[in-house]
């Protein structure tokens, strides 16, 4: 009797630390915290927002890295706002179309990590037909305002994420525009590596 009470028992301690586990593993994969090695603060006339880097993505994180140490963000605009999808910046042309002498670099595709709120993704040269030119980024970046993963994740290389200061991104992205630029200069005053 006692026997069969303590398999019983035993049993039930077993099941129960099985769930333990397993519930503890579905939080570590499902919920954990992202950690970045690196990153980068972005101060804008708007207010600042800071960036967290993949390890993952070595071509893209190294690049945008690079363009930050060396200054080529200071003083760029936001140049393309479209309210609930994206802004974007880093051209230091403020045109859109890119600084020739800013090499492209090769697309890190498919993607690790989808472009999702407060994703930061690569912007490329657009076709005619509207999709995206292959291994065209060079300096220009977006900040997702939405969940764009289903229209993106084909075509743009997510290298970070916003960690701090998304309401900055959000106030950007609720500025006035005459198609998509935006009637007044948001400015990056100074892009810095901070981690």
């Known amino acids: 009797m006692k026997s069969r009470f303590l398999r019983s028992k ?3 301690f077993l099941i129960l630390f099985l769930i333990f586990i397993g519930a503890m593993v579905t939080y570590s994969t499902v919920y954990r915290q992202e950690s970045f090695s690196r990153e980068v603060l972005l101060v804008t ?10 390890d993952d993505m070595p071509v893209t994180t190294a690049n945008f890295i690079n363009l930050t140490e060396r200054g080529v963000y200071d003083g760029t ?5 479209v309210y ?37 993704a690569m912007a490329k040269k657009s076709r005619e037909d509207g999709t995206a030119e292959p291994n065209s980024a060079s300096s220009q970046f977006f900040i997702n305002l939405e969940d764009n993963g289903d229209q993106l994740n084909a075509e743009y290389s997510v290298f970070g994420k916003v960690i701090s200061g998304m309401d900055v991104a959000y106030s950007i992205g ?11 200069n948001v400015t990056i005053v100074k892009a810095q590596i901070v981690k």
């Open 10 to 12: 035993l049993a039930v």
């Open 45 to 54: 006339n708007m207010g600042n927002i800071t960036i967290g880097l993949y």
């Open 77 to 81: 605009i936001f140049h393309r706002v």
């Open 84 to 120: 609930d999808f994206v802004i974007q910046g880093g051209d230091p042309t403020a045109t859109g179309q890119g600084d020739p002498s800013i090499a492209s670099i090769p697309d890190e595709l498919p993607n690790r990590h989808s472009n999702s709120a407060g994703a930061v």
């Open 174 to 184: 609720n500025i006035e525009t005459t198609g998509e630029r935006p009637n007044q």
